[in-house]
């Protein structure tokens, strides 16, 4: 038996364990750049306001009192995911976290016994340890355990176990809710009269096979109670590591865009260096705003000389790479950086014989960085401005950027905006809560 133990509304219910005011009151929590509806509470939702709204439009009720908002808070929603997951690492023999808010738990052999009851006592420890509900579902699949946990959402116990023939549950699922059906898959699904998650299960595997290939018939097959999704190994070493931001504002100058990709280079490289990795090389681009929507994006490669883990390197490769994204004149959305190529250190390659710097005192370097940001706040410690300059001239041209690469000491005008982001209390020791 496979259980599915997910977060209700849990951006809204991260915001609601610190901010009581929120309890009981329609709450929104928007999308980066305060954009628009990414989580709502059951109150928000009762209201008719779909998922995806743009904030823009929701502004006079929050005004006149009767909508709330919270900008996202991802160090917050993080660390009570972490908290969450750390509770049922006790309470089951095996944890694969699908999401931040959503985890698969493989359950003892004691509980056995009284599935439901074992669910009830796990998320009657997560409310009361961390504050946040959940819904937990039991099935044989993982396909069946999502639908399981749908429903036990819904119950006052907020637990659901599966039947041993849940016929009269598939038939009234549209095929379109099931967990592994895509967007496109749903007209094609309708053109073989297949309407529901009953009649997927009950379809010819021929049929199902020329309409989403082994995928979907993967998704039938855990539908009919054979365990088809391979285990995956959450905690592995990831085959990239990524940051990127869409702006606050437009970024127009070239500062701008060489600031925000040297802060994405730092965080992805903090993120590389936990994972105790090295990177070959990394993909740096911008997307550009278009008058349709959308935008195209402008990417350069860069091979580093070795693979490495030190920002001060990789921000001196990407150097003369972001004067080639650069168009005068032009409004940018978005920046980012991809790491490819990552190993493990003490992989055999060909080094640098004119680098005077042992790899171990980079380690070193870059260590007591991470730890001093882990201890007094993120970003407290950052690379400076380099005296060389950014973007060489070519030809008769003159460099668009002095000063190198740096990750910012101004206003920053291209960060993500966050107008109502709340106190991160458990991972802040400035932002503790107060008792009056």
């Known amino acids: ?256 865009l060489a600031e925000s990709l040297a802060a994405y280079t730092a965080q992805a490289a903090a993120k590389l260096r936990r994972h105790g990795l090295l990177a070959a090389g990394c993909n740096i681009y911008a997307q550009v705003f278009a008058s349709g929507g959308g935008g195209d994006f402008l990417g350069r490669t860069v091979v580093f000389p070795a693979p490495t883990d030190a920002t001060n390197e990789m921000l001196r490769a990407i150097r003369e790479e972001i004067d080639a994204l650069y168009i005068e004149g032009t409004r940018y959305r978005k920046t980012g950086i991809v790491f490819f190529g990552l190993e493990k250190p003490g992989t055999a390659h060909q080094t640098d014989l004119f680098d005077d710097t042992p790899p171990a005192e980079k380690s070193r370097l870059y260590a007591a960085v991470d730890a001093l940001n882990a201890r007094y706040g993120k970003g407290k410690v950052f690379s400076a401005r380099h005296s060389l300059t950014l973007g060489l001239a070519r030809s008769n041209r003159e460099p668009r950027l002095r000063g190198g690469y740096a990750q910012g000491l101004g206003a920053r005008s291209w960060h993500m905006k966050r107008q109502k982001l709340s106190r991160r209390p458990t991972t802040r020791w400035d932002e503790l809560m107060t008792v009056r």
């Not at 052999?109 to 937990?136: E, F, M, N, Q, S």
């Not at 088809?228 to 701008?256: K, L, M, N, Q, V």
Request: overall charge neutral; glycine content about 8%.
């Open 1 to 256: 038996m496979i259980g599915l133990v997910d977060g209700n509304n849990f951006f809204v219910s991260c915001e609601r364990v610190f901010n009581r005011r929120l309890v009981g009151r329609p709450v929104a929590v928007l999308s980066n750049n305060d954009g628009c509806c990414v989580s709502r509470s059951n109150e928000f939702k009762a209201l008719g306001i779909p998922m995806g709204t743009p904030y823009f439009q929701l502004k006079q009720r929050e005004a006149s009192g009767e909508l709330c908002f919270c900008s996202s808070n991802y160090e917050l929603y993080g660390d009570m995911s972490r908290r969450i997951i750390s509770i049922l690492r006790e309470e089951a023999v095996d944890v694969e976290q699908y999401s931040i808010d959503e985890a698969f738990i493989f359950p003892p052999t004691t509980a056995a016994a009284d599935y439901a009851a074992y669910g009830r006592r796990v998320r009657a420890k997560i409310l009361r340890w961390v504050g946040i509900p959940c819904g937990v579902g039991f099935a044989p699949t993982k396909t069946l355990a999502k639908i399981a946990n749908h429903i036990g959402k819904k119950r006052p116990d907020g637990v659901f176990l599966m039947p041993d023939d849940p016929t009269e549950i598939l038939a009234a699922l549209p095929v379109q809710e099931v967990w592994g059906v895509g967007r496109r898959l749903p007209l094609k699904l309708r053109a073989e009269r297949i309407l529901t998650a009953q009649h997927l299960r009950d379809a010819p595997d021929a049929t199902i096979r020329s309409i989403g290939g082994v995928t979907l018939l993967r998704t039938a097959m855990e539908l009919r109670g054979i365990p088809c999704h391979e285990e995956r190994d959450y905690d592995a070493d990831p085959d990239s590591i990524s940051c990127s931001r869409s702006f606050g504002e437009p970024a127009t100058t070239a500062e701008a």
